[in-house]
């Protein structure tokens, strides 16, 4: 398969900087697009690979899967899509499409193995899949997203992960107007989660440790903002809720929120702690609550967060950066010190 060198930003160590270097793409097979990147969002998984904490990093790795284009060339069966068209690329570019998840529109939960954006193997080349941060990615059409006209191109590209990561648990929990759901952690998946929630109709409850966020949850627009270490705060909440969200990576106490649903509330878990979290009993039978756990959602899925977002005006809250200061956003990224999602302009690398 014919293959040509573009620029891209990744990096060669766990322990080194990400820097310019060049990676392979394939030009397009009948199926696939050629997408000229225009922006791409930086998710805190990015980090995670490039400094392979989650183990299994391949390198070269090239992160970024908040992927946002102009098309530029298409294989000769494609129908979808045109020469133009401004299209975008989420965490996933390819599944076995043949197991029973994938046939009912959930790749995300393919059994073989969704094909990650980045760091996964590539079923064309047999090397490793390279992610956004890059001039260009080559796609198979069924795995490419339409966006829609009326969204800002950088402040959508959050959207591909923040974006349906909070989407997903909201619509399968069935979340309806009027209903109180909390959300707990204001960062870059907690901030999309009150947006969609309340775009959605439903009576919205920050949880937050930190007091400096009461004013900017309210502009996100919450209904009510709770400090989670006020036991009289939290109490106000206790047995009311009828959906939970959580968005927090750190070590936290899981039972505090559980206790907040009401009779047959469910808590979804989004963020993802490294060490396990301990669950009691009595915060679960007494009023047959559930504790669960969500991805991402499938590309038809995805499709309907991007269009629920262009009818109700949701975009993530960004500061946009250069491709060349992407390690500093990563130190201010592990810092919280971001309001709440990095977009990298990337014709900052085509300079």
């Known amino acids: 398969m014919e293959e040509k060198n573009i620029k891209a930003f990744g990096t060669e160590a766990s322990d080194a900087p990400l820097d310019q270097l060049n990676i392979h793409r394939r030009n397009p097979t009948p199926h696939d697009v050629e997408i000229e990147i225009l922006f ?23 992160p970024g899967h908040e992927i946002i284009g102009k098309i530029v060339r298409i294989g000769s069966h494609v129908s979808k899509f045109q020469v133009g068209d401004i299209a975008g690329v989420g965490c996933m570019v390819d599944s076995c499409r043949e197991c029973e998840y994938c046939k009912e529109g959930l790749e995300q939960y393919c059994e073989p193995g969704a094909t990650q954006t980045y760091n996964s193997i590539d079923k064309h080349s047999g090397i490793q899949t390279f992610g956004g941060y890059s001039e260009r990615v080559v796609v198979d059409e069924a795995f490419v997203l339409r966006i829609p006209e009326s969204l800002d191109l950088a402040a959508a590209a959050p959207l591909l992960c923040a974006g349906i990561t909070t989407y997903s648990p909201l619509k399968h ?15 870059g998946l907690g901030h999309m989660a009150v947006k969609i929630a309340k775009a959605m109709g439903a009576e919205v409850i920050v949880f937050t440790t930190s007091p ?9 627009g919450a209904d009510d903002v709770v400090l989670s270490k006020d036991e009289e705060q939290m109490s106000r909440y206790a047995g009311k809720l009828h959906f939970v969200l959580d968005a927090v990576s750190a070590q936290h106490d899981i039972n505090a929120y559980l206790n907040l649903l009401r009779v047959d509330g469910s808590l979804a878990l989004v963020g993802a702690p490294e060490l396990p979290l301990p669950v009691a009993a009595f915060s679960l039978i007494p009023s047959r609550r559930s504790f669960a756990g969500s991805m991402i959602g499938g590309i038809a899925e995805t499709q309907e967060m991007l269009d629920f977002c ?14 060349q200061q992407i390690n500093e956003a990563y130190e201010r990224l592990l810092k919280g010190d971001v309001k709440y999602r990095f977009v990298i302009d990337m014709a900052s690398l085509r300079k």
Not at 175 to 186: A, C, E, N, R, T
Not at 212 to 218: H, N, T
């Open 173 to 187: 929990w069935n979340v309806l107007p009027g209903q109180k759901v909390g959300v707990v952690g204001i960062g």
């Open 212 to 220: 400096s966020k009461f004013e900017d949850a309210k502009r996100l």
């Open 310 to 323: 262009a009818e109700h005006r949701i975009v993530s809250d960004i500061e946009i950066i250069d491709i």
């Open 40 to 62: 791409c969002g930086v998710c805190h998984s990015d980090l995670h690979t490039a400094r392979n904490e989650w183990h299994g990093t391949m390198y070269p790795c090239v």
